[in-house]
């Protein structure tokens, strides 16, 4: 089903949750810490310090606050990243696979 805003397949849940990013760069695998600020069925927008480039694997790492759901872990891959006007990098991810 597609929702009138923005034209998404599924809703958009807002959030505020920090996560830790598996970064693979081909030479090495870098942690980076981030937050999530929107979290769907089939993506997140995630805040960093510093540009990941589009098409890049990001392990995405996102403890329960509580401890009464599971972790989320999901193999992620950058769609889109832009600098805003803080400094920070939105960097937009599509999940390719979940655990």
Same mark, same amino acid.
Request: hydrophobic letters at 40%.
């Given at each position: 089903?597609?929702?009138? #805003?923005?034209?998404?397949?599924? *809703? *958009?849940?807002?959030?505020?949750?920090?996560?830790?990013?598996?970064? #693979?760069?081909?030479?090495?695998?870098?942690?980076?810490?981030?937050? @999530?600020? #929107?979290?769907?069925?089939?993506?997140?927008?995630?805040? &960093?310090?510093?540009?990941?480039?589009?098409?890049? @694997?990001?392990?995405?790492?996102?403890?329960?606050?509580?401890?009464? &759901?599971?972790?989320?872990?999901?193999?992620? *891959?950058?769609? *889109? @990243?832009?600098?805003? #006007?803080?400094?920070?990098? @939105?960097?937009?991810?599509?999940?390719?696979?979940?655990?």
């Amino acid at each position: 089903m597609l929702y009138d #805003d923005e034209q998404r397949s599924f *809703r *958009r849940m807002m959030v505020e949750a920090n996560a830790t990013l598996e970064i #693979d760069t081909g030479s090495e695998v870098l942690k980076v810490d981030a937050l @999530c600020k #929107d979290l769907s069925a089939n993506g997140m927008q995630l805040y &960093v310090e510093e540009a990941v480039d589009p098409g890049v @694997c990001i392990t995405v790492h996102i403890q329960s606050a509580t401890g009464s &759901v599971p972790p989320l872990k999901a193999l992620t *891959r950058v769609v *889109r @990243c832009s600098q805003e #006007d803080d400094g920070q990098y @939105c960097v937009g991810v599509e999940m390719v696979d979940v655990n």
